[in-house]
Antibody, heavy 117, light 109 residues
Framework: QVQLQESGPGLVKPSETLSLTCTVSGGSISSYYWSWIRQPPGKGLEWIGYIYYSGSTNYNPSLKSRVTISVDTSKNQFSLKLSSVTAADTAVYYC???????????WGQGTLVTVSS | EIVLTQSPGTLSLSPGERATLSCRASQSVSSSYLAWYQQKPGQAPRLLIYGASSRATGIPDRFSGSGSGTDFTLTISRLEPEDFAVYYCQQYGSSPGITFGQGTRLEIK
């Protein structure tokens, strides 16, 4: 069964760029929608955006100016870059898979990213 | 942007009781695009219901979803100890894509 694992720095300085990678194992990255979703400590879920394996993307308008999601099918990975971060970007970041763009069926375990100097 | 409002914020019930969780949308949502997730402390969310009423793989039949338009409901027929968690509804639209409700915390009474 497919498994997703987030990786990247747990601490990012304000104004810098947050970069995370999700490695997909147990299945191909092809033919699915790959999302990033975040959850500030003690709060609810916020969808950041998704990328289809072919490379087409859809971003949350509230974050669109700062977000880039990319995919590397040769490595079975997809990545998130969030620029100009502030303390408000501190959250657990989840990578996830959907069979369609409408629903998230499989989640990674999540990784906490703290924005602090 | 469609806003999802879940109620109640917290629901206190005992094992064996029936739980009814509500999700109300600010505009009509296609039933095909309404889902429910369960999240336990320290864990990622888990998909329970998609298409408003279809159970995801491996989800017990005590979980059921219903509704249409702007009003959707997640029902847990008889609560098991492992069902106490936070539940989120989620919808998909053309913009901004996926949005979640603020969650309902189901706690043991």
């Amino acid at each position: 069964q497919v498994q997703l694992q987030e990786s990247g720095p747990g601490l990012v300085k304000p104004s810098e760029t947050l970069s995370l990678t999700c490695t997909v194992s147990g299945g191909s990255i092809s033919s699915y929608y790959w999302s990033w979703i975040r959850q500030p400590p003690g709060k609810g879920l916020e969808w950041i955006g998704y990328i289809y394996y072919s490379g087409s993307t859809n971003y949350n308008p509230s974050l669109k100016s700062r977000v880039t999601i990319s995919v590397d099918t040769s490595k079975n990975q997809f990545s998130l870059k969030l620029s100009s971060v502030t303390a408000a970007d501190t959250a657990v970041y989840y990578c996830a898979r959907g069979d369609t763009p409408t629903t998230v069926t499989t989640w990674g375990q999540g990784t906490l990213v703290t924005v602090s100097s | 942007e469609i806003v999802l409002t879940q109620s109640p914020g917290t629901l206190s019930l005992s094992p064996g009781e029936r739980a009814t969780l509500s999700c109300r949308a600010s505009q009509s949502v296609s039933s095909s695009y309404l889902a429910w997730y369960q999240q336990k402390p320290g864990q990622a969310p888990r998909l329970l219901i998609y298409g408003a009423s279809s159970r995801a793989t491996g989800i017990p039949d005590r979980f059921s979803g219903s509704g249409s338009g702007t009003d959707f409901t997640l029902t847990i027929s008889r609560l098991e100890p492992e069902d106490f968690a936070v539940y989120y509804c989620q919808q998909y639209g053309s913009s901004p894509g996926i949005t979640f409700g603020q969650g309902t915390r189901l706690e043991i009474k």
